[in-house]
């Protein structure tokens, strides 16, 4: 989960980052932060294809107001949640024309902030994969996740619809951050959810229709690893 904080007082900026931090450390989601300083360097990062999930917006600023950035972030067409942050109530009424997700009163409140941040958190699954499409991040939930494949420089991730997504990271680096039982190394180039296979022999068939290789050397083991994760108590029967 990637976070911005923008507002132009230091102290305050620093200070919703501690809160943050201190909210996060009884919570499962891994997290990024990133503080600015004015909406319009924000605005232009976004604009170069900077993502966030949630954005802390202080709507007094110099040099543009913290609600004519929202607005030029919806144009732009972040979609994320956007959580004011404000000494006044003056914008509150305008803060619904760019569908604000919160907005915090200073001084500000660690009590306000959590139960401001579980009710935005609502609609986050922590087993989620996100896939970065242009100006937009799609949530690929890892049940609809069927396999990934290398592909030079790019992996390609396979959805259960049918629908495929271009990845620019290493097989190795997804397969970290998915970090789940699930997911099944079973080839230089491919990592498969077991969860969808349907038959396993040189080669697994998935429930979709589609095969994904197995390295020929490892086969049995990695056949057995297979096994074991649908059957556990077949860990003392090895595959002939």
């Known amino acids: 989960m990637h976070i911005a904080v923008c507002d132009?007082?230091?102290f305050d900026?620093?200070?919703?980052?501690?809160?943050?931090?201190?909210?996060?450390?009884q919570k499962p989601f891994q997290y990024k932060l990133a503080q600015y300083n004015s909406g319009i360097n924000l605005v232009c990062d976004v604009e170069d294809g900077c993502w966030f999930d949630i954005i802390f917006l202080d709507i007094y600023m110099?040099?543009?107001l913290g609600i004519d950035a929202a607005h030029k972030l919806r144009a732009l067409g972040f979609d994320g949640a956007i959580i004011f942050l404000t000494a006044s109530a003056d914008f509150a009424v305008d803060s619904y024309d760019v569908a604000a997700?919160?907005?915090?009163?200073?001084?500000?409140?660690?009590?306000?902030?959590?139960?401001?941040?579980d009710r935005v958190l609502q609609d986050f699954d922590t087993c989620t994969y996100q896939v970065q499409q242009r100006m937009r991040i799609v949530r690929v939930p890892y049940t609809e996740i069927t396999f990934i494949e290398s592909s030079n420089s790019k992996c390609i991730l396979h959805r259960s619809d049918g629908?495929?997504?271009?990845v620019y990271k290493k097989l190795g680096k997804i397969e970290a951050e998915l970090s789940d039982s699930r997911f099944l190394r079973c080839h230089q180039s491919?990592?498969?959810?077991?969860?969808?296979?349907?038959?396993?022999?040189?080669?697994?068939?998935?429930?979709?229709g589609e095969s994904v290789l197995i390295r020929q050397r490892d086969l049995k083991s990695i056949r057995q690893a297979y096994l074991d994760y649908v059957q556990p108590q077949a860990n003392s029967k090895p595959i002939p």
């Open 101 to 117: 997700a919160g907005y915090l009163l200073k001084p500000h409140s660690f009590d306000k902030l959590c139960r401001c941040m």
């Open 13 to 25: 900026r620093e200070l919703i980052v501690e809160l943050l931090h201190i909210y996060f450390a």
């Open 190 to 208: 491919y990592l498969v959810n077991m969860d969808f296979i349907a038959q396993a022999d040189r080669q697994f068939h998935l429930t979709t």
């Open 62 to 64: 110099n040099g543009l």
């Open 163 to 166: 629908s495929c997504y271009i």
């Open 8 to 10: 132009d007082s230091a």
